[in-house]
Every structure is written in structure tokens, then in C-alpha cells.
């Protein structure tokens, strides 16, 4: 008998169980346990019927990542649904916890479904670059009709099982023992005829009585996604589904599910997959932790409104302190907004939303954080005030309290030092809107104790985020990158290129957006206040700051926006700024490539990634792909800038990055030492073992 199938029989019904920890991953032994299972209960008269389910609290995760880049191992995925499908009496898929990718193909196979309230059921293939493919996009529009199913499958996000009540996906939601109302409803369905998925009929039929209006939602749906190869697979699986008899449809979603699995967009995908849960487990080397029950956030502008959430969201109480009364108001109005928002959009129940803005309480006195075991400061990028809130801090909280910045770019150990107790400072820096963004580069400063880092790193991972662990330096990790691509970005500008060029080869490699739109969004004065603190001349950016042109807000920056539009136009008063500027600057003017406005935009940043390596700041070339891939919006299908270089080759990666320093004569732009040592050994980053940061 299989060790990863159980099968346990009483009162007539056979209980199938995968037991797989720690998420019950279909790898070959689960399908051969099935198989094995079926086979034998086939036959077994001394059952009425059977339930599927999975061991400790989750039904199923889905087929094994791991097997992805392996040869394929009998039986396939394929076998064991067909023999779900045709098991001779009632079946039913017991769902509790996830039942996610194959899991959820699992129990569509399945004559009928049940769960537990909070289940969460989903097809994420496509945000591991493929599509389901082994019926899912088959079944679920069978069961739920292809304006249901499409949100499911092209974008990857779960819903609830109390979401999908009533939608013909889930045939019953129970409370209680989920076991033993599975048991009590399949008694109730003793003697029904089932109708499987495959049999059903209604939603094809409906398509086929209007084929515009379901092109158009493959239309619609294909042109949303970023990552167009997968969502045109899902569109021609969805295509199979109305034209093909139903085993040839689920060939032709065989086969282009193999074709993504194989393809350079799920790899990248699958080894950020790894990669993220790989630096979720450092930083956890102390024996304890430290309590945080109670926490405070100092500073409730954007990034303390949103870490406020975050750890609201997270069920823990929070004192949000601003020694202005005004930015405080406008905090829980803000606060209340959002809430609002998720309320309307489904997303949380009106009891928990107020549970949760309720958590939040206000006060103008940093003497609020006083009873909290963990404080994080919010307030801006001013290393003097800064220091002067760590020392109220060190004083007004007891020893022991984590004290955490939220700076992007400051010394951590400078603001320790302003403190008596440096080991209970670290930084935690979230990305805005910090509810929303997955991101948390947790700074671990010289003196930072372990297990505050430690339980900052649970903390942060309590609240649903992304941990990298970083070392100290100007900007971590994706700041010092990402302040590498502004002069660069400048530079071109001032050889002539303009904003919407730069941009439009930017999302064409797969940003969401360009980073002269990006600069308009988040407002082109701060950077511009930065330069004149260091004394840094950008001709571009400082004249339209001096034009008043500071991004969105003001209506114009690097484009123009319509009032109440956030849509970027194209602005002849840019351009003709920005030829006059590469005219007085003596630049000639020549066509320049897409090729090299991209290289001019990534190597730079790729050069930064390998300072950080050498300086130890990241702890291995995977950690600065999950900072890119959850912080920066980097297209996740390409796998994040060093997975990006080794695949381009660090021997193209050194040359260029000479070739265009000797060009543009930016001695910044020389290859790093490790670039030019890899590449002369031939090596690239992947060779590198992971450091300690
Ligand atoms: N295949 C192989 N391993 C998987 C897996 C899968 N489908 N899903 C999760 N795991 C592994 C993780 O790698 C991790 O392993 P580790 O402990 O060695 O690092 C472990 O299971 C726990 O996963 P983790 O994500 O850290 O736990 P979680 O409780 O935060 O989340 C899930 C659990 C199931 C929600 C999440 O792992 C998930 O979404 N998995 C992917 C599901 C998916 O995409 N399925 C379709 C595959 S085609």
C-alpha cells in the first residue's frame, strides 16, 4: 500500500487520504497511490460510495513543482482524473485549507464537492507561467460557465469556498467535522444519478449560441495579461473546450500545458517559486522568539497608513502615532476608505473590516508605544530626526521592544546608535501601498540581535510577505539598484530619446510601467530634493521640476494627464525641452535602438546587483530576484535581473556594460570584479553558493 495514500473504510464509504506534508503535493507517489486506491475500491462491494480528501487540514497544493524539470514519471495526472471520473459509485472531494492547480483538477473530477467556509480553491498555473493541464480548463467552465472560470484561470487568484457557493462549484459548504458531513452527504446523494463535469453541457451550448460575446471575453482577458504566451495557451484551451469532443479537448490542453511547462517563462517562474521560499527561511537561526502582541507605527503618512494595515490585517492591535492631529485624521480617513473599498470589492466582511480598522487606534504621543513590544518608525528620510525618535523610543519603551525603521535608504546602525540597546533595531522596509505589496527587506544591522531578527522575520511573514534579508548600505538591496537606472535613464533623455520611447521598451520587456511614468506617479520633487542635497545636476529632471512638472499631481511631469486622468500624453513641451537639452549638451543626434535603450536601462542594475554580492549586502544573487520580482514589478516570467544576466551570459554582460562606459565615458558603468571574474571562468551567477549576510 502506498505511504502517501491512505485508505480507511467504515459505515459503507471509503475515505481516500492524501498524506503528503507539508501540502499534500501530487508527486508520483500520490498518483500512484491513487490509482492503486481506485482500483481496488472499483470493485469493493462493500461500499456505497467514497471521499477524497487530504491529511492535516489541507486538501491538496497541486501537481509537485519539483517534477517540472524532470523526465515525466507513469502514471500521469491525466490517468488518475480519468479514474476519479469513472469510479462506478458517488465520489466526493472533501476540501479543506487549499486545493489549489492539480488539487483543484483532483476534486473537479470528482462527482461531487464539498468544503469547509474558508477552503480556498484556485488554478494558479498561469502565475507559474503555464495552464492547468489536467481538465481544469475543461471542467470548471463545464461547472461554472467561462465568465466564472476565466477570472480563475487567467489570473491565477483563489476564492473561497464560501465565494464559490452557488456557482456549481461546490455542491455543498459545511461547517463542523468536514469528514463527517462529506460522509452525511454522500448518504444523502445515494441513488442520484451523477453527472460528471465532462457530461455537462449548458455552458458550452450557450457559447455556442454566442460565439462574439465569448471571443470577446478571451479578448478581453488575454489582453490584460502581462504575460501574453500563457494567457493566449489559456484562450486556445478555452477554445478546445466549445469546438473538440471533450477527450480531444483535453489532449489539446495536454499538450499545451506541456508546451509552457517546458518553455523559459514557467522555469524562470518555477526558480522564483524556490527562490522566495528559499529566503523566507534565513534570518530564523535563534532558538526563540520574542512575544509581539501589542505594536505601534510611528509616522502616519503613506507608508504608516499602509504598515498599519499590514499588521491590522495580520490580527494584531496597533497604535498609530503622528504628533500631528491633521495627518491623523487624514490617516483613518484613508484607513476607513480602504476598508470601504474591500468591503464593496468582496474581499472582506463588513464585521472584519471594522474588526481590523477598529484595531487601529490613534495618538499624537510617541509615549503611545509605550507598552508595545514591537514599534516601526514611518515617519521620512531625515537621518537626524530619525535618530531623535529612536532615542524617545529608547526611552519611552521598554528593553527588549523591537524597534524597526522603515527607511529605504538610511543607515541602520546610525539610527541604532541613537538607541542604548542597538541589538533591538533592524530595519523593516515595506514598499507602498505597504498593505498591498508583497515585499519586506528585512535590514539586519551589525548589532541587531538574533532573535529580534528572527521574530521580525515571522512577523513579516504573519502579515503575508515576501522576506529578504539584507545587510546595511545606502538603499539595501532594491533601492541601490534601482537609483542606478535614474541617470541612466536622464542620460538618454538628454541624447534625445523621449520619455514614451523609454517607457514603451520598458513594458515591452514586461514592467507594468516605464520608469519616466513611474517617476510621474510617485512625484519627480523627491528625487529632485535628493540631487540638490548632493548636488547632483540632472538637466531633464531638474527642468521640469523647476517648470513646476513634478508628476502626476501637478498634472504634468514627463507627460501631460488630462484632469482626473492618470493616462500619460505625450507633451511637445517635453520635447522640445529635451532637444534642446541634447543640442546645448553638444549631443549628436542618432537613432538609438531598443536594444540598447533596454541594456542602458538593466545593465546598470545588474552591475549594482553584483556590488551587493560582492559586498556580502545580499546574501545570494536568488534574494536580489525575489527583492525584484515582489518589490519592482520585474516581469516574474523572466525571473528577476540575475537569473535575467546568467541566461543573457556574463561574458554579453561584461562586454557591453564596457562597451557602453567606454561610449558613454561613465566610469560607473565598468563591469563589477565578480561580472568579469565569473565571466572569465565562464561561471555565471547561479554558481555562486549563498553567503551569510
Ligand atoms: N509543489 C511542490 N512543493 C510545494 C507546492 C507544490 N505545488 N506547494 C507548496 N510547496 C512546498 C513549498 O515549496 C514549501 O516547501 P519548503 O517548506 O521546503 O520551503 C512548502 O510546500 C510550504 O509552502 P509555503 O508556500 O511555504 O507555505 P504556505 O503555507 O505559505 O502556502 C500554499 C501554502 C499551498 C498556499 C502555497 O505553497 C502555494 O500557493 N503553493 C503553490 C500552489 C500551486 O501553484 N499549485 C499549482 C502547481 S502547478
Redesign the pocket.
Known amino acids: 500500500m502506498s505511504n502517501v495514500v491512505r485508505v480507511e473504510t467504515s459505515d459503507r464509504v471509503a475515505r481516500i487520504l492524501i498524506d503528503r506534508p ?2 499534500n ?3 508520483v507517489d500520490v498518483r500512484r497511490g491513487l490509482l492503486e486506491a481506485l482500483s481496488v475500491l472499483r470493485g469493493d462491494a462493500g461500499i456505497d460510495g467514497a471521499i477524497l480528501a487530504g491529511a492535516g487540514g ?1 486538501f491538496c ?8 524539470d524532470a523526465p515525466p514519471a507513469a502514471p500521469s495526472s491525466v490517468e488518475v482524473f480519468a479514474a476519479l471520473e469513472n469510479f462506478p459509485k458517488p465520489l466526493v472531494a472533501a476540501i479543506a ?2 486545493a ?4 483543484l483538477e483532483l476534486a473537479l473530477a470528482c462527482a461531487y464537492r464539498v468544503a469547509s467556509p474558508d477552503a ?1 480553491l ?4 498561469v ?2 507561467g ?1 495552464l ?2 489536467g481538465g481544469g480548463t475543461q471542467r470548471l467552465p463545464r461547472l461554472v460557465g467561462f465568465d466564472r472560470a476565466a477570472p480563475m484561470i487567467f489570473r ?1 487568484e ?1 476564492v473561497s469556498a464560501k465565494e464559490a457557493e452557488g456557482s456549481g462549484l461546490i455542491d455543498a459548504v459545511v461547517e463542523g467535522d468536514l469528514l463527517e458531513a462529506a460522509v452525511a452527504f454522500l448518504f444523502a446523494r445515494r441513488g442520484d444519478t451523477v453527472r460528471p463535469a465532462a457530461a455537462r453541457s449548458t455552458w458550452i451550448d450557450r457559447v455556442r449560441e454566442d460565439r462574439p460575446a465569448f471571443e470577446a471575453l478571451l479578448k478581453d482577458w488575454t489582453a490584460k495579461a502581462r504575460e501574453k504566451k500563457s494567457a493566449n495557451a489559456i484562450a486556445e484551451a478555452f477554445r478546445a473546450a466549445v469546438d473538440l469532443p471533450f477527450d480531444q479537448a483535453l489532449q489539446r490542453e495536454r499538450a499545451l500545458f506541456v508546451e509552457r511547462r517546458d518553455s523559459a517563462e514557467a522555469k524562470a517562474q518555477r526558480y522564483l ?2 527562490a ?3 529566503a ?2 534565513v534570518g530564523l537561526d535563534a532558538p526563540s522568539v520574542r512575544p509581539v502582541d501589542r505594536t505601534a507605527v510611528v509616522g502616519a503618512g503613506t507608508m504608516g497608513v499602509g504598515i498599519a494595515m499590514a499588521l491590522a490585517n495580520a490580527g494584531l492591535p496597533v497604535a498609530l502615532i503622528d504628533s500631528d492631529e491633521k495627518t491623523l485624521d487624514r490617516a483613518a480617513a484613508t484607513i476607513a476608505t480602504n476598508y470601504r473599498r474591500q468591503i464593496e470589492s468582496g474581499a472582506l466582511t463588513a464585521i472584519e473590516a471594522a474588526r481590523r480598522e477598529e484595531s487601529i487606534r490613534r495618538g499624537t504621543a510617541i509615549t503611545a508605544a509605550g507598552d508595545c513590544q514591537l514599534v516601526i518608525e514611518a515617519v521620512f528620510e531625515d537621518l537626524g530626526l530619525k535618530k531623535e525618535i529612536f532615542a524617545t523610543l529608547d526611552r519611552v519603551t521598554a528593553r527588549g521592544t523591537i524597534l524597526a525603521t522603515n527607511t529605504s535608504t538610511l543607515d541602520v546602525d546610525a539610527i541604532a546608535a541613537a538607541t542604548t540597546r542597538p541589538g533591538d533595531v533592524l530595519g523593516l522596509h515595506f514598499f507602498s501601498p505597504a498593505h498591498i505589496m508583497r515585499l519586506v527587506e528585512v535590514v539586519k544591522g551589525r548589532a541587531t540581535a538574533p532573535d529580534v531578527l528572527k521574530t521580525a522575520v515571522m512577523l513579516a ?1 504573519k502579515m503575508g510577505k515576501a522576506t529578504v534579508v539584507v545587510g546595511v548600505c545606502d538603499g539595501f538591496v532594491g533601492n541601490r539598484m534601482h537609483l542606478r537606472r535614474a541617470p541612466n535613464v536622464e542620460r538618454l533623455l538628454q541624447e534625445g530619446v523621449m520619455p514614451a520611447t523609454i517607457d514603451r521598451v520598458a513594458t515591452a520587456f514586461g514592467f507594468a510601467m516605464g520608469p519616466c511614468a513611474t517617476s510621474d506617479l510617485t512625484g519627480l520633487d523627491v528625487q529632485w530634493r535628493i540631487r540638490q542635497a548632493k548636488g547632483i545636476r540632472y538637466p531633464v529632471a531638474d527642468a521640469l521640476c523647476e517648470m513646476g512638472r513634478l508628476g502626476q499631481k501637478a498634472g504634468a511631469g514627463y507627460y501631460r494627464y488630462d484632469p482626473g486622468s492618470r493616462r500619460p500624453l505625450e507633451d511637445p513641451v517635453v520635447h522640445d525641452l529635451i532637444r534642446k537639452t541634447a543640442v546645448s549638451l553638444g549631443n549628436a543626434p542618432r537613432a538609438i535602438g531598443d536594444e540598447e535603450i533596454l541594456d542602458r536601462l538593466l545593465l546598470p542594475m545588474i552591475n549594482e546587483g553584483a556590488g551587493l554580492l560582492e559586498e556580502g549586502i545580499a546574501r545570494c544573487p536568488a534574494d536580489i530576484d525575489v527583492v525584484w520580482a515582489t518589490g519592482y514589478g520585474w516581469p516574474t516570467w523572466r525571473g528577476g535581473p540575475m537569473y535575467f544576466a546568467d541566461h543573457i551570459g556574463l561574458i554579453t554582460i561584461r562586454d557591453r556594460l564596457e562597451r557602453y562606459s567606454t561610449q558613454l565615458g561613465d566610469e560607473t558603468l565598468r563591469p563589477a570584479r565578480l561580472i568579469k571574474a565569473l565571466a572569465a571562468a565562464g561561471r555565471g551567477f547561479s554558481s555562486l553558493p549563498a553567503a551569510r549576510v
Open positions: 507539508p501540502v503535493a501530487m508527486n489541507r497544493a497541486g501537481s509537485d513543482i519539483e517534477e517540472f485549507g487549499v489549489f492547480g492539480g488539487g480556498r484556485g488554478l494558479p498555473e502565475k507559474l503555464m492547468p493541464g491565477g483563489p517559486f524556490f522566495e521560499r528559499d523566507a527561511k511573514r
